[in-house]
């Protein structure tokens, strides 16, 4: 292979590397990775639908990953412990989105990235630790005569949808229905999953591991 080859495929990876990657489901908290849970939701006038796509950054000072929220599935990421954030997609060179991409059935469709989640605290994600950052809404509505869509996006990190992600995810340890790959994936999981749920379920007063700045 020649140097213009080698150089090419070089640019191409420094290029995703700045742009981010999607971390892996697998991994040992022992090693000083710990995982996040995320879900989509998105609804259309017809319903809702799985035939879409949405992902957002997250991002910490040495690491940069694209996180799909992808809908009706709860998605266990496994990434080194650490202080994140959710961000806007990024560009081939690094450039921070100002929009954030829904395909929705094929069709592409862009709004304002959602100021209520840059306006998020930093996450900590601990070694051997699990946290469930929320569901991601996108609510795509037309009025009647009209050809033109609004989308609303906000991310429900609530208690209770906190909650329901890492149930649903304990849940997929004991159901034959889902694939061995992704049981296992749990199973390796299963303490970090029940130090979660306890620590969900000890949140009084409604609070998300993103807390709103003060002003």
Request: glycine fraction near 8%; charge should be positive; aromatic fraction near 6%.
């Amino acid at each position: 292979m020649g140097m213009r080859p080698l150089f090419a495929l070089f640019f191409v990876a420094l290029l995703a590397g700045c742009q981010g990657s999607i971390p892996p489901s697998r991994g040992d908290g022992r090693l000083g990775y710990g995982a996040i849970l995320v879900q989509g939701r998105v609804a259309t006038p017809a319903g809702e639908t799985r035939r879409a796509r949405v992902a957002l950054n997250l991002e910490s000072d040495d690491h940069r990953y694209i996180i799909p929220f992808t809908p009706g599935t709860t998605s266990l990421f496994v990434v080194p412990a650490g202080t994140y954030r959710l961000m806007p997609l990024r560009g081939p060179f690094g450039v921070t989105e100002k929009t954030l991409q829904i395909v929705i059935e094929n069709r592409v469709l862009r709004v304002p990235f959602p100021r209520d989640v840059l306006r998020k605290d930093p996450l900590e994600v601990g070694p051997d630790r699990i946290v469930p950052i929320g569901v991601l809404n996108v609510d795509a509505e037309r009025d009647p005569g009209d050809r033109r869509v609004s989308v609303k996006i906000k991310l429900d990190d609530g208690r209770d949808a906190r909650r329901r992600l890492v149930q649903d995810k304990i849940s997929s340890m004991m159901d034959a229905r889902v694939p061995a790959a992704q049981r296992e994936e749990a199973i390796n999981w299963t303490k970090a999953l029940d130090q979660a749920l306890v620590a969900v379920e000890a949140d009084p007063d409604e609070r998300a591991p993103y807390k709103p700045r003060s002003r």
